[in-house]
């Protein structure tokens, strides 16, 4: 069975620069979340998704960031524009009911 | 509101030592505690979950007892291997939502 996959992989920006990562959740996988993972702490949730509706969206900054799941399938995460404190790993998880999640690799975002 | 303190790392350990990580945590009601690993350039991997009151996880060794007096769940291993420096990560869960301590580097030596 394949797992989550996530690109790209690493990306680097300046500030106030435009980014989007995307992830594909593992097939049949209901629910999809992003996390955001500063150097030195644990994963942060940023949105859940069930389908293509959101569950939770309480952390995500919204005057900056957005996340769209399309389909129910697919998901896009995107920064606009980016701050320096946006520098992170932005990882991908989905989970077929809302008990196990799997992860994938993560972006890792670094913003100059 | 819910969180999770785990012990500050890293911690460096010679192979075949014996591993703690302790873990305890806040939360109102019974939540779900899990162990995830992160090893380099890879994402979480679960490692070992439980869902009440003095159930123990355990996977690949590793083995963590749910106390809800002491409200903690540490993890221990036996004897580590080299294979398994990485990072681990605690966390409950209420609610479908996913709550992470800051994580412990874990480095084992030859």
């Known amino acids: 069975e394949a797992g989550v996959a996530q690109s790209p992989r690493y990306k680097i920006i300046e500030k106030r620069q435009s980014v989007a990562f995307w992830c594909n959740p593992i097939s049949g996988h209901a629910t999809l979340y992003w996390y955001q993972q500063i150097l030195g702490q644990g994963p942060k949730l940023l949105i859940q998704f069930q389908n293509n509706g959101v569950v939770d969206d309480s952390q995500l900054p919204k005057d900056r960031f957005s996340a769209e799941r399309l389909k129910g399938v697919d998901s896009t995460l995107k920064i606009q524009p980016a701050k320096l404190e946006d520098s992170a790993v932005y990882l991908c998880?989905?989970?077929?009911?809302?008990?196990?999640?799997?992860f994938g690799p993560g972006t890792r975002l670094t913003v100059t | 509101g819910n969180s999770v303190t785990q012990m500050e790392g890293p911690v460096t350990l010679s192979e075949e030592a014996f591993l703690t990580i302790n873990c305890t945590y806040t939360?109102?009601?019974?939540?779900?505690l899990f162990w995830y690993v992160q090893y380099p350039g890879e994402g979480l991997q679960l490692l070992l979950k439980?869902?009440?009151?003095?159930d123990k996880g355990s996977n690949k060794g590793f083995e963590a007892t749910y106390r809800k007096e002491t409200t903690s769940f540490h993890l221990e291993k036996g004897s580590v291997q080299v294979s398994d420096s990485a990072v681990y990560f605690c966390a409950l869960r209420q609610g479908g939502k996913l709550i992470f301590g800051q994580g412990t580097e874990l480095s084992v030596k030859p």
């Open positions: 939360a109102t009601g019974y939540p779900s």
């Open positions: 439980a869902t009440k009151a003095d």
């Open positions: 998880a989905s989970s077929y009911s809302s008990y196990e999640q799997y």
